[in-house]
């Protein structure tokens, strides 16, 4: 029987990877049994008693590590033994962004999936964490955005007069964009969004927002809907643009990002200097270098009376909600690996960084190579 361990996470995460509801469907599906961290769900706060009547057992953090078979978790677990065993490790590690994270796993025993390398098709979408937590994310950075913005969202005619409505600059058209660009919309706000992406453009006037574009972008049909590095004539355009827009936005929300490269720089610092005082930029790149030239990575500053909120991790804020997100995502992933018969698994290639030790991933490998 092969043994499915959970650990807690590090103090700063506040989400949980695998829930008592699909710890008891799985072992009812396979043949498994999952050892459990004592105290795993106290930051939800999901009693052990949860997780022991949907058949998990109960054991030390030490336990846990020593005897599973599979590792779950969200970030890296620092104090895993690697002594020889056989480990698979399953989590969402970024590292196309983060290449050292990968060292400690070679020549090891070890097998690492890292859910964020997943492929955007059909089959993995009920797997797709990375879209899962945008999701999240794009709606919280809309309501961050209401608690540092002093003035409504919506407009308000009263006997006193009339309070336009805010309005909101959206960078990046994907998940999180999307997101932040209906939550702005139900909150009443005037909602524009910018994406490379033409094909972007009828899903953000589906929301009832206005599209602004450059013409001239490069797509990558093989992008899997994700932007790509644009040409240096087509940027210069591209921060004029956006400079223009700025001027007269009260929010904007940056999602734009590519992945294992640092996230392209949209707003400078003369356009912040041009921008209304009061106004609030979320920039939910932050992690990886930020769309917003004065962003800090989780700080919250402010320049020239522009608060500025960098935070690639909104989706920690909104906990419950994206712990069962990510619970689905992680069960559809696991029955997906035990179950597959397939040799070469387009699926599981792709997830795949790391095999017995050996770097399996290509644009790894690249990071390795270039270092």
């Known amino acids: 029987m092969k ?11 506040t989400r949980i990877c695998f829930l008592p509801k699909e710890v008891k469907q799985l072992t009812q599906l396979l043949e498994i049994g999952f050892q459990v961290e004592k105290g795993l769900g106290e930051r939800l706060r999901i009693p052990d008693t949860e ?27 620092p104090d895993l033994v690697l002594d020889g065993k056989k480990n698979v490790l399953i989590g969402i590690f970024n590292m196309l962004f983060y290449p050292e994270r990968a060292e400690k796993y070679l020549d090891k025993n070890t097998t690492v999936y890292s859910l964020d390398l ?4 059909t089959l993995a979408q009920s797997m797709d964490v990375l879209s ?33 409505p805010a309005k909101v600059l959206v960078l990046g058209a994907g998940v999180a964009g999307l997101q932040a660009i209906a939550t702005a919309k139900r909150l ?13 453009g009828e899903e953000v006037r589906s929301l009832g927002a206005k599209f602004v574009e450059v013409e001239g972008a490069e797509e990558a049909k093989d992008a899997g809907g994700y932007a790509v590095t644009q040409s240096e004539e087509y ?5 004029e643009l956006i400079h223009e827009r700025i001027r007269n936005a009260n929010i904007v929300i940056c999602t734009a990002n590519i992945p294992g490269k640092k996230a392209p720089l949209l707003i400078e610092k003369r356009s912040i200097e041009a921008m209304k005082s009061g106004s609030v930029i979320i920039d939910m790149a932050a992690e990886q270098g930020g769309n917003c030239k004065m962003t800090e990575a989780g700080k919250t500053i402010r320049y020239n009376n522009v608060t500025i909120v960098g935070n690639s991790h909104l989706s920690r804020e909104v906990s419950q909600s994206a712990s069962q997100l990510l619970s689905t995502n992680y069960y559809n992933f696991l029955k997906y690996l035990i179950q597959s018969t397939k040799e070469n698994d387009v699926l599981l290639e ?22």
């Open 235 to 239: 940027l210069k355009k591209q921060k």
């Open 51 to 77: 997780y022991e009547e949907a058949g998990a057992s109960l054991q030390s953090r030490e336990d846990v590590l020593k005897n599973s078979d599979y590792i779950l978790s969200i970030n890296e677990v």
């Open 118 to 121: 997943l492929p955007r098709t």
């Open 132 to 164: 899962s937590m945008a999701s999240i994310a794009g709606y919280k950075a809309v309501l961050k955005a209401t608690s540092h913005y002093n003035g409504s969202f919506p407009m308000f005619t009263t006997a006193a007069g009339t309070l336009n």
């Open 188 to 200: 009443g706000a005037v909602v524009e969004a910018f994406d490379v992406r033409k094909s972007a």
């Open 3 to 13: 043994k499915i361990g959970l650990v807690k996470e590090p103090t700063f995460e």
């Open 350 to 371: 792709k997830s795949k960084v790391i095999d017995n030790g050996t770097i399996t991933n290509p644009l790894l490998t690249n990071k390795f190579e270039l270092a």
